[in-house]
């Protein structure tokens, strides 16, 4: 029941924000969720001072749910799925090179330039921390969050274009950031030689490789069975047991569940809703999983707030976590213009794209269940800080700017956006 009991809270907490935000601040849903929540957590956190006992029971709730585990292992897969039913997989195909650069060589060069600046600049603030984890945390806030990517450029209502080269990369980022992410890591507890390349390779092959295989399995097995039928209950139940068995399939098998459902998700939402699903099956399949997408986004993003409850931010983390975000930023910056300069001539680009390019890369939940994975045997606590610093100012700032700024530039639409909201 304690489990039942925590979700129970976060989805009556998520609930009563999302109504006071609609209500009265009318900001994007899944900021105003998490302002409130940060706000309610530093209220918190004074009456926790002041010697209110409430307040620690709310402290112990947060900090009983490990959140690595509940959006890695459990609501990734969904929300990546949901996210990609929407995704036009054609236009994405017509950026598939300058998607695949962003995603792979974006990430390793952001997660080299951001590690290598850590290294000098961290010393002067009396924080010496080994090279290694210095690259660690390169490899967990370089990669863009689907999730804060696909809940905000909705509102944005930018060119189409360049929202597919946006959300294609942060759809697929994930899986060379994991392979990063876990290399560096096996390094840091284990030492060089237990991260060879062969070794290296083997796991991105496992990973990302085999994701995305298994992904296009499942998608395809799942386009064969909603062709075969027409029944819309017995067919929204088959997407969500794609969802949920595939994923168990995937930590089975050691691959990349979030990889695989981005995969299966464009195929079903392709395929599926165009040749495999009746008018009827698909208007209670897009009702169902963008209600679903909006609970769970909703309970993240609460989530991610509530977390300022247990974690140990102090003015030397506020300030290195403000250099962060410029270091961050500048990496972003270089590890986007440099992959399309030398893709110029295929994928024409301007001074204004790169800028949305830049800003619009959101951090979100991804690097803060990263971060929260790493062991207290390394700087764990710093690290955690500062990655949480970088997406408050992300997800606040730049999600709040990035409309602004795309209608200032130009590249915005003129219509709002027809397709489900996610």
């Known amino acids: 029941m304690e489990l ?68 890695m292992q459990v609501m990734l897969s969904f929300l990546l799925f949901a996210g990609s039913l929407h995704v036009d997989v054609r236009a994405l195909g017509r950026e598939g090179v300058a998607v695949g650069a962003l995603a792979t060589t974006g990430t390793l060069l952001s997660t080299a330039l951001v590690g290598t600046a850590f290294y000098y600049l961290l010393p002067l603030f009396g924080l010496p921390i080994d090279f290694i984890y210095c690259l660690l945390f390169g490899a967990l806030i370089s990669p863009t969050d689907p999730i804060a990517v696909l809940g905000i450029l909705k509102e944005a209502r930018i060119d189409k274009r360049l929202e597919i080269r946006i959300v294609g990369e942060s759809l697929f980022n994930d899986g060379i950031a994991v392979v990063v992410f876990v290399s560096l890591f096996q390094i840091a507890q284990f030492g060089a030689r237990h991260a060879t390349p062969t070794v290296i390779g083997a796991l991105f092959l496992r990973e990302a490789v085999g994701g995305i295989g298994l992904g296009a399995g499942l998608g395809y097995v799942t386009f064969w069975a909603l062709r075969s039928i027409d029944n819309y209950k017995v067919e929204v139940m ?18 990349s569940g979030p990889l695989a459902m981005v995969v299966a998700g464009l195929i079903v939402g392709d395929k599926g809703r165009q040749l495999g699903m009746s008018d009827l099956t698909r208007e209670y399949l897009d009702k169902f999983w963008e209600i679903l997408d909006e609970i769970l986004n909703a309970v993240l993003f609460v989530l991610i707030g509530l977390e300022m409850l247990v974690l140990d931010i102090n003015r030397t983390t506020l300030l290195v976590g403000g250099v962060a975000i410029g270091v961050v930023l500048v990496a972003r910056w270089a590890s ?72 200032k530039l130009g590249l915005g639409t003129a219509e709002p956006d027809s397709t489900p909201a996610h």
């Open 238 to 255: 088959i997407t969500l047991a794609l969802v949920m068995g595939g994923t168990a399939l995937a930590t089975a098998l050691h691959t």
């Open 336 to 407: 986007v213009g440099l992959p399309l300069v030398l893709l110029r001539r295929y994928y024409p680009f301007d001074r204004q794209t790169l800028r949305v390019l830049t800003w619009g890369g959101l951090r979100g939940g991804i690097s803060v269940a990263l971060a929260l994975s790493l062991p207290d045997a390394m700087p764990r606590d710093l690290l955690v800080g500062i990655t949480y610093v970088v997406v408050i100012f992300s997800i606040i700032v730049q999600g709040l700017s990035i409309g602004p700024l795309v209608r």
């Open 4 to 71: 039942y009991n925590t979700f129970a809270l976060l989805v009556v907490i998520a609930a009563l924000f999302g109504y006071f935000n609609h209500r009265y601040l009318k900001l994007p849903g899944t900021i105003g969720l998490m302002v409130l929540a940060l706000i309610s957590s530093l209220l918190a956190i004074g009456l926790g001072k002041l010697g209110v006992q409430g307040v620690m029971t709310a402290s112990s709730l947060v900090r009983g749910i490990n959140f690595h585990a509940v959006l």
